[in-house]
Nanobody
Framework: QVQLVESGGGLVQAGGSLRLSCAAS????????MGWFRQAPGKEREFVAG????????YYADSVKGRFTISKDNAKNAVYLQMNSLKPEDTAVYYC??????????????WGQGTQVTVTS
């Protein structure tokens, strides 16, 4: 079972940047395909980005393509989300999880505490 701890969120103006981090436990982290999800108030949690187990291939929701970059560091058991050109509609709680990149659905049905990102206009 993997445990996930997200951090790095904050309050930023539109056009700004943030870098989110996800620290994961588990001996087999390097074999996980990892992703970031987000949930805005009153909305369903949605897939944002995913990265292959080795970190070479990445996938993005259309809404963040070209602005966000996901990366994975297996030596540190960590996955990151660099968010640039932030928009108010990016405001949400962000979570990491292992992900099925075909369905864009999370693998585990439990979540960390998430990290709040608030973008002001």
């Amino acid at each position: 079972q993997v445990q996930l701890v997200e951090s790095g969120g904050g309050l930023v103006q539109a056009g700004g940047s943030l870098r989110l981090s996800c620290a994961a436990s588990g001996r087999t982290f390097s074999s996980y395909v990892m992703g970031w999800f987000r949930q805005a108030p009153g909305k369903e949690r949605e897939f944002v980005a995913g990265v292959s187990s080795g970190g070479r291939n990445s996938y993005y929701a259309d809404s963040v393509k070209g602005r966000f970059t996901i990366s994975k560091d297996n030596a540190k058991n960590a996955v990151y989300l660099q968010m640039n050109s932030l928009k108010p509609e990016d405001t949400a709680v962000y979570y990491c999880n292992a992900v099925n990149l075909v369905t864009k659905r999370p693998i585990y049905d439990y979540w960390g505490q998430g990290t709040q990102v608030t973008v002001t206009s």
